[in-house]
């Protein structure tokens, strides 16, 4: 246990850090700890959660995703068109809308492995084309979305919110393969040292791409977990999720330089960000000085976990 | 790459940065071209130089952007230091106090040099990666302004001087455009002549070296992000007195056309590689190619899509182009 504890460090205190966070919250809020209020804070971390896990993906094999927030606005597009209607067109619909996701991670993965276009800049430029699309297909906010399945997936059952259910599930699921599987193996190697992954015989161009692929789905995932929550389709929610899941990955412990990290991290970076957005809500302070604390908050955390610096014992280790 | 494959690169009269220079030089060339099969004006002197006023914003903001790319950095703190910036000047030039007044533009240029030492101390001291740092500075500046104007529009009067500078001409030619070309030539001259310039290239390509080798290297990393808030800053008051009035979110369209503006004109984004002027072409090719689309009526979201599907293809071929050559 406590191995396992140090070997973690990074999740470990951002998981502490959660905990604080969600007692402060749940202490602040006016109807306190009830299945309503951790529904609503499940649901809306569940949204961001996935988006740092798409995030993830990328950042494992030493990339950076600035089109995240574009996939999830286009498939959350996508999703107001289609999952509506018969059970057998809203399932046609979940196909295209998957689909179309790990299409547009493939682009991303295809410029970078192909194409020799640094990741950075490559999802800069495909973050404007999916975005358009996106703004082309729905120029404004609307559609609709199928109501009983929002219902059935944003509500709680016995107490617990089936969105907490479907993160957890989505996070056994990808811990298992990245942990016990050749191809999860091979990404962890690929983002710790590229040259040695290819040494080792690893076919590094098609595990890249798997990573984008991925990382598509699971930006799709959470597209249509927005339509399921709003049940709109809005184009203008690209930025803030691309920032805020670039945010999420680095308070959970994931390395921006590769191979260090989990989902589980991800998420719960994505959670305390959640967290502290809502109890900025709560809190008192007046409306307007509000954004100003998030992004102190944020800097802070941020800083706190690049407290180690000051441990090195040799200020070369600090540049790399 | 090898320093074989270098030598014989870089010894070539075509190497890779003349390439882009030169591939960058003919997109502009077809664009104008292009345009001109739509609309006859394009080719006529006075829509080239109102371009070229235009394309001085950018390409002043870009020169900053530039700086830190070089060093293997990223400054997204970009929008809300020009949003800041103008917000500054518009009010304390509106300010009742003769001396407050008076020197509005240099406490615009302290906000440029107030972020810049925010961003340095984040990258250089905690080691913070600037993605994310600057990410949370621009957060930060976004809630300050949002706090200090109550979310309206701020209310105050543009310097003449910035008025003048911006939109003013001298001997018809835009004074912007003659600013920038000040710039320009002062960085060309800093990244070649100095040993300011050298350190930057020689971060980007192995900041340990240059440790070892007994540099200074926080100091050069903070003053480049400096130098990078008052470009940003500086571009924001001229920006400012070209559109007469500061407004939330001013700064937000400018921060992915600056990026491309630097990496297409060849300066690689890991840093160490790259020339000024590709980054001076390539803020007029972005500024040419978002004129002629708006020009085109395209809404704005088919805008959006052929812009990054453009710079996307732009990429490739200097992506494909390295490839071959062994980069």
């Known amino acids: 246990m406590m191995t396992w504890l140090r070997q973690n460090a990074r999740e470990t205190i951002a998981a502490l850090a959660l905990v604080i966070l969600f007692a402060g919250y749940i202490a602040i809020h006016p109807r306190g700890f009830s299945t309503y209020v951790v529904t609503i804070w499940s649901n809306q971390g569940t949204l961001l959660g996935l988006a740092a896990i798409a995030q993830f993906f990328v ?33 046609l619909g979940m196909a295209v809308v998957l689909t179309v996701g790990v299409a547009c991670g493939l682009v991303n993965g295809i410029a970078v492995v192909y194409g020799g276009v640094q990741p950075i800049v490559t999802t800069l430029a495909t973050g404007g084309i999916f975005g358009g699309i996106a703004l082309l297909l729905r120029p404004t906010p609307g559609g609709s979305i199928d109501e009983t399945m929002s219902d059935a997936l944003t509500y709680a059952v016995a107490g617990i919110p089936v969105s907490a259910v479907i993160l957890v599930i989505v996070l056994v699921i990808l811990l298992v393969l990245l942990r016990r599987t050749a191809v999860g193996l091979g990404l962890y190697a690929i983002g710790s040292s590229e040259q040695s992954a290819y040494m080792t015989g690893l076919r590094v161009n098609r595990l890249k791409l798997v990573a984008y692929g991925s990382s598509g789905f699971v930006a799709a995932l959470a597209g249509t977990y927005v339509s399921m929550v709003t049940l709109t389709g809005d184009p203008n929610i690209a930025p803030s999720y691309t920032l805020n ?37 709560f809190s008192g302070l007046p409306p307007l000085a509000q954004p100003f604390f998030e992004g102190l908050i944020l800097a802070t955390a941020i800083a706190l976990g690049a407290l180690g610096v000051f441990q090195v014992r040799s200020r070369l280790e600090l540049y790399r | 790459m090898t320093d074989a494959t270098e030598r014989t690169v870089t010894s070539r009269w075509l190497n890779r940065d003349r390439v882009s220079v030169l591939l960058i030089a003919l997109g502009c060339v077809a664009l104008l071209l292009g345009g001109s099969l739509l609309y006859p004006g394009f080719l006529k002197p006075g829509y080239i130089l109102q371009q070229l006023q235009i394309a001085a914003f950018l390409g002043i903001i870009a020169t900053g952007a530039m700086l830190v790319i070089l060093l293997g950095e990223i400054d997204l ?16 030039s509106g300010s009742s106090n003769p001396l407050v007044a008076s020197l509005a533009i240099p406490l615009g240029l302290c906000l440029g040099i107030a972020v810049g030492l925010l961003n340095a101390i984040g990258v250089a001291v905690f080691r913070v990666p600037a993605m994310v740092w600057t990410l949370a500075v621009n957060a930060m500046l976004l809630g300050a302004a949002v706090f200090y104007t109550g979310n309206s529009r701020p209310n105050g009067e543009v310097p003449w001087l910035a008025t003048q500078a911006a939109t003013g001409r001298t001997f018809g030619i835009p004074n912007a455009f003659l600013v920038w070309l000040v710039v320009a030539a002062i960085t060309v001259w800093v990244l070649k002549r100095t040993v300011y310039g050298n350190y930057l290239y020689a971060l980007g390509n192995s900041r340990r070296a240059v440790f070892l080798a007994g540099a200074r290297v926080r100091l050069v990393m903070v003053a480049t992000f400096v130098l990078a808030g008052v470009f940003s800053s500086f571009g924001a008051i001229l920006l400012l007195g070209y559109t007469n009035q500061a407004y939330q979110g001013m700064g937000d369209p400018y921060l992915m056309p600056v990026i491309s503006a630097v990496v297409i004109g060849g300066t690689s984004i890991q840093g160490g590689r790259g020339n000024y002027i590709g980054t001076f072409a390539g803020a007029i090719f972005i500024t040419l190619l978002s004129s002629i689309l708006s020009v085109m009526q395209m809404p704005p979201a088919a805008r959006e899509m052929i812009f990054g599907a453009i710079i996307l293809v732009m990429l490739l071929v200097h992506g494909l182009t390295n490839k071959k050559e062994g980069v």
Request: net charge positive; glycine share 14%; hydrophobic share 55%.
């Open chain 1, 245 to 281: 899941s670039i945010a999420a990955v680095v308070l959970g412990g994931v390395a921006l330089s590769g191979g260090v990290g989990s989902p589980l991290g991800a998420v719960i970076g994505a959670l305390i960000l959640k967290t502290i957005s809502s109890l900025m809500f």
């Open chain 2, 77 to 92: 703190s970009v929008p809300w230091t020009i949003t800041g910036t103008a917000i500054v000047v518009i009010s304390a």
């Open chain 1, 59 to 91: 950042v494992l094999v030493k990339g950076i995703d600035l089109s995240v927030g574009s996939i999830i606005a286009l498939t959350n597009v996508m999703g107001s068109f289609l999952l509506n209607g018969s059970p057998t067109s809203i399932a």
